[in-house]
């Protein structure tokens, strides 16, 4: 939930006491300033959120924005609430990690205990470098929704199927895509699907708060079939003024052969019923690779009754790999996780999804535990979607052991 992530980064709730030492961990071994040594960390880490007119509610870009956030952003960070990631590190590798170094905890817990001070300004590095507008560059086409939305200021908002406004005249391959939200503040996500009425998940992209648009390197790409109209899955929050919203998805036709469709599926539990005031149930799903493939990275779902969720490879001959754990679900912040190196994946194998729900008065976001729970699109219901990212082995790609999305920061920096 969007309220959930802001809360989360502002602070606006209960703040338990934090224990935390420092011992071990190597500072910069003198007084530390926002210039010389925070202000990198920011500008690696946390500023494709936290600047003007991203879901971040305060900038980091400089010291002025910065500084009267000192003292949460240090509790943040030493609880690593900040940069949102979840991820049990010694589960997995994966390219897009959030997490910061305890290094970097370290260097910012120093710098806030130090009186939170700027330092010289001719040790700022350069700030880095954004687009405005499309992260993904130009589009070669812009869609958007058919008709404006109208938001209204107040109650729940049902998930809504709309169709865009284009239809493909002919076959295309997709490169990038991005979706842009037309009203950022009642927008919790969106999803791109197709086929009647919006029925197939496998679209192009999506969007949600911090994940990055999907830009794939040259010889990988989408395709959207000659006579497609994308839709969208909208999930507004009210923000107590009633608005318009009219989001818009930007595409980049690949320019150079495709030798690799990039596939994601979507293989979701319909038949969770959580028990009333239970504080741990547990739920399954699975997806089978039906051919040999290589797994680039998936994204778990749930709702705000989630409590954790795992991720695991097994394959034919009954081996295990535990690919992901995410021991304290956040509902605010889902993520792909994509591999720093694909997995190498037989026929057969699969991917088996275990999630545990808390439907107890412990869960403080949970409406109402005195009653069951199904699987459903509102965020009172629940859900197990689960959504891998992979592609199918062929010549082209057989020893290709790299990671298919090109980093949004690397289309900034050029």
Known sequence: MRKAAVLAIFGICIIFSLQFSTAGRQGPGREVTFTKDVAPIFFESCVYCHRPGEIGPFSLLTYNAARPWAKSIKQRVLSRQMPPWGADPKYGHFRNDKNLSDKDIATIAAWVDGGAKEGNPADMPPAPKFTDGWQIGEPDLIVKLAEPVKVPATGTIPYMTLPTDYVFPEDVWVQAAEVRPGNRAVVHHAMTQYGERGSVVDGPTLYSPGIEPMVYR??????????????????????????????????????????????????????????????????????????????????????????????????????????????????????????????????????????????????????????????????????????PVWTEVNDANRNDNAPILVPIKQLMSN
């Open 218 to 387: 040259e010889g990988y790409g989408k395709l959207i079939p000659k006579g497609t109209r994308i839709w969208l899955q909208m999930h507004y929050n009210a923000n107590g003024k009633e608005t318009t919203d009219q989001t818009s998805i930007g595409f980049k036709f690949a320019k150079a052969p495709v030798h690799t469709e990039v596939r994601m599926d979507m293989t979701p539990n319909f038949n969770i019923l959580i028990p009333p005031m239970v504080q741990s149930h547990e739920a399954v799903t699975a997806f089978q690779f039906p051919a040999d493939a290589k797994l680039h990275g998936f994204r778990p779902h749930m709702h705000i009754r989630g409590r954790d969720v795992s991720v695991t490879l097994v394959y034919p001959d009954g081996r295990r790999r535990l690919l992901l754990h995410l021991p304290k679900w956040d509902d605010g912040w889902q993520y792909f996780y994509m591999l720093s190196e694909p997995a190498t994946v037989p026929k057969g194998a699969f991917l088996e999804v275990v999630a545990n729900y808390d439907n107890s008065p412990a869960n403080p976001l949970n409406p109402d535990p005195t009653k069951a729970v199904r699987w459903g699109n509102q965020v009172w219901e629940e859900m197990l979607n689960f959504y």
